[in-house]
């Protein structure tokens, strides 16, 4: 079989896969050693999509309700609710709620039928939850959504500053290059208030204080003037400075009041700013830690400012640089995805109505912005929006203040979902569920981190009835009467549309423009190679706004609030190495499971003790959104009174570690992006009385009902770990039928089930109340052997045992446990000593950070 040239279906790095196809279903994945953005490497997550391929919970035809239905059926229900939605209430109270993970030609569509044809600009996307601070920050300060950096800029820089980014789990190929240039010569700063695996490997951490990031880089700013850094001469040429900016960016000298306020040592905070002011290629990453406050837009433009009063911009290693989340969410930002922006990077001015309108031959242009993410919602709870449609995103699961969102869209009189699996925690409210091509079954383009477009390919047939969300969107839009607005047969067409309007009326004004691209015919499209557009931009000191010239924007500390009396802690979500939001696909790989299998709560000692909390107990996390229960992670990687959580789990697979039900539904109120960086909040430990799991061949036909269950996938099946009050004699129910072995000790509370099919194992479950329980791995591989051993009881292979521990390398399955021991017995030194003795860490790297902490620790307990 030919392998075909694809992109990962992660995140915004957007590493290039070689994808050769082996069967039905099958695929070895590789890294694609031609694609620029790296260069035969892959993640944990890339490396591992093969597993995530099958078809299991996959959505395969149109269901109308619970009803299968035609594609004719769903689509022509789907039209005339819009319609008849549209006629009775006008086109503001219908709406579209899609997603980064769109391919391009999918969002022209969906933007096109919503702003030029239906007449309205409520459609926006879950890339408000993720890049609207950066958007709007670029669009405040360079006069267009223009991410001034590339890839390269990292491999020549001197210092690299990561702000609110913990890019070795969420953008491990980048923090490999990263790793590469600081091994040379180059210095790693991390400011995040936890300490990460990325700030863990860094020269200088600085864990202050959340939400303190405007004073750090106003106190920087200030210090850059007063050692002479700034650059004037840019200034005077290239940048419009506000009256007074420079007053407000306070005293330089004043190094003490920053350190206070974001409650870290000064000593550490001259370290870095004379680092920064003496390091003039330097590169200042930033992501959801700066993007995802309730003051995201001045954070941003708190490192834009730094950038341009320095001169460190549109030059080799010198950028701020806004790292993306999702493979599409740059090229969602170039359609006009944004209920804030229209096309093409055009804002609602008149002119840019205009112009749109003509290239679209549009009837109904939309003249306003549409509703923002939050604001959108809000309005479907009040009933104002009554037919909403969602695409490639989970918004019951991924907005703030979930439990809301969700009665909101129950309350919906309308709702359509698109989505590649036949059950989310959002299309549970769906009226008509519509199955999308997924990845590896569609085509068309992405644009990453660093603006490079590349194709996405199919490599496998579309199963069942499922089809790509472009075409999905087209019909739609044909049978709500605009036949020929979207007469599309293939993404080509829909690029090449997307490329000349563009270029449309474009006399430099906008630099996004592929001017040249719009005449590529479609055995062009499919042999397109990844390419970068706008060059270097801003080279020439040239700037998108009227004048030309940048903005500094006066930004300023907001006061920290005090903890509540109720609410004294603050929370912070975010991301595990090797889950992806929602879990949908990589929920589907056991190899992936391995790295954290359930959602955790961090808390800091102290924290702990005076609350009683114990790690690996149970905590519930309440704000007054909700609350949620977790499984406790004690943890001197948090600071005192905050906590982290997890945003992957959702009620597919788990009773709680909902990390959505909890922040507030407020935003930044230029970006409208929410805050769910910090969110106050109190935690309490949850006892239970026994605690257990269950070992399936497949999946169980439903949720285990009890205070603490967790999916788990594993080789052949499903493990669920579980704890909770009361009987566990209820969990039984849950076993598929078969000849039935037990041991029961009533004394010790325990039970251990074993259903067997044909004398194959099919299930296990296995409980106490004060016993311990074995490890599950043994019992998970004996799913797979054609006869149960007779030991299945006792939970171990008769003989010795090997506990290998939490699986620290994903790739070569190798236990902490395992790396521990040849640590101390080989006397392994470094990363490389272990990957030759061991593999770990030697196919995908995004281990390596987690081994050289092992190093440490290890090599802190022989000293011990
Ligand atoms: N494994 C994995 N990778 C992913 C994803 C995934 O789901 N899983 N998702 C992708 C997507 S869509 C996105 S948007 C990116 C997100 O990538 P990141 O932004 O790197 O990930 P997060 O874990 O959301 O948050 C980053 C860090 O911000 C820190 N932070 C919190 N508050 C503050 C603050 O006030 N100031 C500062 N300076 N830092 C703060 C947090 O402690 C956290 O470590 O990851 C992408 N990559
Ligand atoms: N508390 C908290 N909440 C957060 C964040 C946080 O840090 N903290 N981060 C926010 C951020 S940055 C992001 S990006 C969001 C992500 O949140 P979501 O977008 O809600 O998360 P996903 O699980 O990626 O949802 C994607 C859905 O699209 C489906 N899908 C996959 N491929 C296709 C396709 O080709 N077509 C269609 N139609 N469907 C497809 C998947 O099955 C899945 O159901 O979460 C946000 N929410
Ligand atoms: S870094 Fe990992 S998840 Fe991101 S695109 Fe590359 S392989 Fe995929
Ligand atoms: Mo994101």
Known sequence: MTSVRTTCAYCGVGCGVLATPTGERGVTIKGDPDHPANAGKLCSKGTHLGETIGLEGRLLTPMIGQR???????????????????????????????????????????NKLMKGFIGSANIDTNSRLCMASAVAGHTRAFGEDIVPAAYDDLDVADLIVLVGSNTAWCHPIVYQRIRARCEADAKLVVIDPRRTETADEADLHLAIRPGTDVALMNGLLAWCRDAGVVDHDYLTRHVATPDAFWDQVGDGSDLWSVARTCDVSPQDLRRFFELFAATPRTVTLFSQGVNQSLSGTDQVNAITNLHLATGRIGKPGAAPFSITGQPNAMGGREVGGLASSLAAHMDFAPENVARVGRFWAAPNMATKPGLKAVDLFRELGTGRI??????????????????????????????????????????????????????????????????TISRQRAFLAAPGEAKPDWWIVSQVGRRMGWKSAFPYDRPAEIWREHCRLSAYENNGARLFALPGHAAKGNAEYDAMTPFRWGGTPFADGRFSTPDGRARLIPVEQKPVAAPLKQWPMTL?????RDQWHSMTRTGLSPKLARHREEPLVEIHPDDAARLGIVDGGLARVSTPQGDS???????????????FVPIHWTDRTATGGRAGLLPRPLADPISGQPGFKSTPVRIEAVATEWRGFIVVR?????????????????????????????????????LPKGQRIEAIDSARGSRRIAILDNGRLAAVLFVTRDATLPPRDWLVAQLNEPVAAPTLLAGRAPGVQVDRGPIVCACFDVGLKTILTA?????????????????????CGSCRPALAKLLVTQGSAHVA
Request: hydrophobic share 45%; aromatic share 8%.
């Open 68 to 110: 299968r239905a035609s594609w004719d059926k769903a689509l022509d229900l789907v039209a005339r609710r819009f319609r008849d939605t549209i006629a009775q209430y006008g086109p503001n109270s219908v709406a579209f709620y899609v997603s980064g993970q769109l391919l391009t030609e999918d969002y022209y569509v969906a």
């Open 386 to 451: 009554k037919a909403l449609w969602v695409m490639a995103t989970n918004p019951a699961v991924s907005m703030p203040d979930a439990g809301s969102v969700r009665e909101a869209l129950a309350a919906c009189p309308f709702v359509v979902v698109s989505d590649v699996v036949a059950t989310t925690d959002t299309s549970v409210h769906a009226h008509v569920r519509l199955p999308a091509a997924a990845w590896g079954e569609k085509d068309g383009t992405v644009t990453n981190s660093d603006r």
């Open 572 to 576: 912070n979500t975010g991301r595990y």
């Open 629 to 643: 229960v977790f499984r406790a992670s004690v943890a001197a990687t948090q600071r005192i009174r905050e906590l």
């Open 698 to 734: 497949g999946e169980l036909a439903r949720r285990p009902d009890c205070l603490w269950a967790t999916r788990v996938a594993v080789p052949c099946g499903t493990a669920w770990d579980m704890a909770g009050d009361g009987d566990a004699a209820a969990l039984e129910a849950l």
């Open 823 to 843: 640590i101390a017995d080989q006397h392994l030194a470094d990363v490389p000593a272990i990957g030759a003795a061991l593999n770990a860490g030697t196919n």
